[in-house]
C-alpha cells in the first residue's frame, strides 16, 4: 500500500513540515488490470465503488484507460468533494475531466472548455435559466407533461423510463429550441432519439480516430452532422422571425445581441444547443422514472406526495424529487483533471491524475444522512438539501446551468402524474442501476402500474 503523507489541516498546503515539496503519493487502490478497472467502472460503478470505499476508505485511486490511460482518485467524503467544487478552476479543469463527451457534445460545449472559456459560456447561458425565465416555461412544461401522461394505458405494466423520455425530450424540442410546428418536430424527434441512444462502446471508442471510418461510429458522427444541419437551420429561421418567444434559443440570441464583444458564434451557440437538448432531457427523464419507481414501492409516500399534487404543495414534490436524486443518482460521479499538483484528501496528487467526486458515494454518507439506505423525502421537507452532502448537479463554478429547470420539469410533471393516477410496481423486487452513457437508469426501465384515481385532483 503507497506511503501516505500528512498535510496540514488546511487541505490545500503545498509544503511538508521540512519546508520541502512533497513527491506525489497515490492513494491505495485496487491492482487489478486497467482494462479490467475500466470495464468494472462503466458496468458496475454503483456497486464496485462502496466495496471499495470499505476497503480502502474514503479516497482510493484507480487506473483506466478509457479514452487513454490515466489515473483517476476517487473522493467519498463530502468535504474533500467540497474542497474540489471550491478549488480553483484554473488547476481543476472539468472540461478536460468530461473528455470522453467531447464528440457527442462538440468542442465548445460548456461542459468541455475552461477557465475563461468556461466562465464566458456560462455567463451567456445563465440568464435562459434565471428565476424569471423559468417561470415562462412553466406553461408549457405543464401543456407537455398533460398531453403525455393521458396516453399511459391504465391496468397494463409499462416503462417508466421510455415515457419520461419522449415527455421530456418534448419539453426540450420546445423549450431549448423553441421547436413548436408538428412537421418540424416529426423531423426532430426521431433524430434525437437515434443520437442519444449510444452505447458504453461506441461512446468510449468516438475519441479514437481510427474508428470513425467503422460502424457504429461512423454512423454516429453522420447523425451528429444532420443533427447540426438541422439546428443551423433552426438557428438561422429564428434570427429573422419578427415574434420573441420565451424559449432558450431566443434568451440566447438576446443576449448575443447584448453581450459586450458579442455571443456565441455559430459553432458556440450549436454546441450549447445539443449539449442541452441531450443532457437535459435525459438527465431529467432518468430522475423522473427513478422517482415513480420509488413512489409506486412506497405507498406512504405515495400517498403523502399524492395530496401534495391535490393541494398544490410543490414544496412537497420538490423534497420528493430531491430525495429521489439523492437515493438514486442520476449521474454518480464528476471529474476533474488537475492541470498541476495538488494537496488534497491527506495525498498529494500529481498533475494530468483526473480527481473524481463520487454523487453516489457522497450521497450515502451516514453522517450527512439518517438511515441513507432509505428513501424518505421528508428529510427535505423545510429545509435546503445539505450542501456539499447533496450534489446531483454537481458543485461551485461547474454546477449545472440547468439545474433549477430540472427541478421545475420534475415537480410539474411528478404533479400531473400524481393528481391522475395510483402507482404500483409490476413486482416487488426493486430495479437496480444500469449504466446508460453517463447515467444511471432503472436496469427494466422503471416498470410501473398505474390506475386512475377514484378522488384524485384531475
Known sequence: MPRKVTFSSAGFSHRAANGRVPEPVAPPGPRLPPMVQTLLFARYRHLWFPRLRRIYGEVFSLDLVAPIRHRVVVLARPEDVDEVFGGSVDVLHAGAGNAVLRPVMGDRSVLLTDEDEHRRARRMLLPAF?????????????????????????????????????????????????????????????????????????????????????????????????????????????????????????????????????????????????????????????????????????????????????????????????????????????ARCLTEPLTLAGYRIAAGTTVMPAIGLVHLDPTHHERPETFCPERFLDRRPPSPAWIPFGGGARRCPGAGFAVQEATIVLREVLARYDLRPDRARPETPRPRQVTQVPARGARIVVSRRENGGS
Open 130 to 334: 434565471s428565476g424569471p425565465a423559468l417561470r415562462t416555461y412553466e406553461e408549457v412544461i405543464r401543456t407537455v407533461a398533460v398531453a403525455e401522461i393521458e396516453q399511459w394505458p391504465v391496468g397494463e405494466a409499462f416503462r417508466a423510463h421510455h415515457r419520461m423520455r419522449e415527455l421530456a425530450l418534448e419539453v426540450v424540442c420546445r423549450l431549448v429550441l423553441g421547436v413548436t410546428e408538428q412537421a418540424r418536430l416529426a423531423e426532430l424527434r426521431p433524430l434525437v432519439r437515434q443520437f442519444t441512444n449510444i452505447g458504453q462502446i461506441t461512446l468510449l471508442g468516438l475519441s479514437h480516430p481510427k474508428l470513425s471510418r467503422l460502424r457504429p461510429w461512423r454512423h454516429y458522427i453522420s447523425l451528429r452532422q444532420k443533427l447540426d444541419e438541422w439546428i443551423d437551420a433552426q438557428v438561422a429561421n429564428r434570427r429573422t422571425a419578427a415574434d420573441h418567444p420565451t424559449d432558450v434559443l431566443s434568451h440566447l440570441l438576446r443576449a448575443a445581441e447584448s453581450a459586450e464583444g458579442g455571443g456565441f458564434n455559430e459553432v458556440e451557440l450549436r454546441d450549447q444547443l445539443v449539449t442541452l437538448l441531450l443532457a437535459g432531457h435525459e438527465t431529467t427523464a432518468t430522475g423522473l422514472a427513478w422517482t415513480l419507481h420509488e413512489l409506486s414501492r412506497h405507498p406512504l409516500h405515495l400517498r403523502t406526495a399524492q395530496r401534495a399534487a391535490d393541494e398544490g404543495d410543490d414544496a412537497c414534490l420538490t423534497a420528493v424529487v430531491q430525495e429521489t436524486l439523492r437515493h438514486k443518482p442520476v449521474i454518480y460521479q464528476v
